[in-house]
């Protein structure tokens, strides 16, 4: 089985590699290394089943290539992190819609089915929770950058969809919930490898808003394992997945038990949203997924437990940090 990962240098497709290879596949990635970094994959590249391309998934002729060699495609590629997405907003639109049709449109020419990546934004600013994949969408309005990146996904989606209905091309949607663990990076907003290393180096731990804002975090390996299971499930075919974890925890107490998993002297402080995004800036207050769909048609259920997450991750910091990186 010959496998193309889009985004294949970045945090989760690194992950996604390696299962994969593991399993015995050739695994072919592509990645700009916009966020993804060749760090990401350096363990990987001794395999004699892995090879990279340092490209961005907007050039078609290398696409093309990589689409037409591979069985499946697995689409990760995308612009990610709520901070990235506001000071960016050009680069987010341009690249979830455009990455994504170019993915599409090669599938469809040469009939390989694709895994679309998608996002639990794409609920938006709703309250109705847990979510489940049919539940309508709340979003705010286009002047507030944020939910360009909701929009952007969605259209991703519904493109993915109208390919499987009018064309019969294989497509599958897997919505991720707060994907977390080692190599992600806190360069673009996400809150738990900002906070673990403020905790680390005994700087304040910077908690936006109220700090009451609820999130489930999943590890990045329940993640990958879903997306591998879902490539292999023809029922999955034509459908929408939720994949995360249901346990969630206020951001204010996320803080306190990264300071205390730590042993870090930092205080908590909290930053208004405005300060932290931009002005106007909307948070979602809280975001729970309803797995019972993904439990039903490939059995999933996340194993790692939030402790378990945060100590791996910390683990992960204090190694990087001993070997100066
Ligand atoms: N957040 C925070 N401090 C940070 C970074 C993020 O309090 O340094 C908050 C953020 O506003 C959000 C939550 O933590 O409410 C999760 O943020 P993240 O960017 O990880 O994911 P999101 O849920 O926004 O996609």
């Given at each position: 089985m010959k496998v193309l990962i889009t985004g294949g240098a970045g945090f989760i497709g690194s992950h996604l590699a390696e299962l994969l290879l593991n399993k015995g596949q050739e695994v072919y990635c592509i990645d700009?290394?916009?966020?993804?970094?060749?760090q990401n994959v350096h363990h990987l590249?001794?395999?004699?089943r892995f090879h990279l391309a340092v490209?961005?998934?907007?050039n078609e002729s290398v696409m093309d290539r990589l689409v037409s060699d591979c069985d499946v495609i697995y689409h990760l590629a995308a612009a990610v992190g709520v901070e990235l997405i506001v000071k960016s907003p050009v680069e987010t639109i341009q690249r979830n819609i455009l990455g994504t049709d170019v993915v599409l449109r090669l599938a469809n020419r040469y009939l390989r089915r694709v895994l679309i990546t998608s996002t639990s934004e794409i609920y938006g600013k709703s309250e109705a929770t847990p979510f489940r994949e049919d539940d309508d969408r709340v979003l705010g309005p286009?002047?507030?950058?944020?939910w360009s990146y909701s929009c952007s996904k969605a259209i991703d989606e519904f493109l993915a969809l109208a390919y499987h209905k009018e064309k019969n091309l294989q497509t599958i949607i897997m919505r991720l919930f707060n994907t977390v663990g080692p190599?992600?990076?806190?360069?673009?907003?996400?809150?738990i490898p900002r906070l673990v290393q403020q905790a680390l180096k005994n700087q304040p731990l910077t908690v936006y808003g109220d700090g009451k804002q609820v999130r489930c975090f999943t590890y990045v390996q329940d993640v990958v394992a879903a997306a591998a299971r879902l490539m292999e499930?023809?029922?999955?075919?034509g459908q929408v997945f939720n994949i995360g974890n249901t346990e969630g925890i206020a951001i204010g107490e996320l803080a306190e038990k990264i300071k205390a998993l730590t042993g870090s002297k930092s205080e908590i402080v909290l930053i208004p949203y405005d300060k932290a995004y931009e002005e106007g800036f909307e948070d979602m207050r809280i975001r729970v997924p309803d797995l019972s769909k993904a439990n039903r048609v490939i059995g999933y259920e996340p194993k790692v437990k939030l402790d378990e997450i945060l100590k791996r991750v910390i683990e992960y910091f204090r190694q990087q940090e001993e070997e100066g990186r």
């Open positions: 700009d290394l916009s966020t993804g970094r060749l590249r001794q395999n004699p490209e961005t998934i907007l286009t002047t507030k950058s944020r190599r992600q990076t806190g360069r673009y907003g996400m809150v499930t023809p029922k999955a075919i």
